[in-house]
């Protein structure tokens, strides 16, 4: 989908020109409060199960392994994920499309599950919509993991295999008005 493509660089360079010194800001806190590099780089999987690296400001001091208040207030407010508009930037995310997940979870679909390794991994989906408070519905969890495996994962996946069957331009446009409302 070109205009999709078009649409992701043009958007994704305008918001890091608005954005460039806030993010400044939030990645030298970052660094001052993970007392380390302020820029969270981890493997994820990508289109058709290829690894790329996911930029995110550091929310863990890496002294303390827990998250800080400010850290928190990152995650809560998915400030956090700003660095993310330079993934979508170089071509390995766009902004709409399924959350990329750590190895062994997509990378082990099966049959017409696989069908959304075909989609670029996006900021923002359905599935992060209605799950947007994740961390806080685990943390209420006996088995936090049992329960994200067992539920929210084949959840998740569902309305993923929804959204590629169902994708269409307006129909994302309509979900980052979501995700911002």
Do not use: C, H
Request: net charge positive; aromatic share 14%; charged share 25%.
């Amino acid at each position: 989908m070109i205009v999709k493509r078009l649409f992701d660089f043009v958007f994704a360079f305008i918001g890091i020109l608005i954005l460039l010194v806030p993010m400044i800001v939030l990645y030298i806190l970052a660094t001052l409060n993970a007392r380390s590099n302020g820029v969270f780089i981890q493997k994820r999987v990508g289109q058709f199960g290829k690894g790329f690296k996911i930029l995110k400001f550091k929310t863990i001091n890496t002294t303390t392994r827990e998250i800080s208040f400010f850290g928190a207030f990152l995650r809560k407010s998915k400030l956090d994920e700003l660095p993310q508009l330079f993934n979508v930037l170089s071509g390995d995310m766009s902004f709409v499309g399924p959350r990329p997940d750590i190895t062994g979870y997509y990378d082990n679909l099966q049959g017409e599950e696989r069908n959304i390794l075909m989609l670029k991994p996006g900021i923002t989906s359905p599935a992060s919509i209605k799950y947007r408070n994740e961390e806080q519905l685990l943390a209420q969890k006996e088995s936090p993991l049992e329960y994200n495996d067992n539920i929210i994962f084949p959840d998740k996946v569902k309305m993923n295999l929804e959204y590629y069957y169902n994708r269409s331009f307006f129909g994302d446009l309509k979900i980052i008005i979501k995700t911002f409302i």
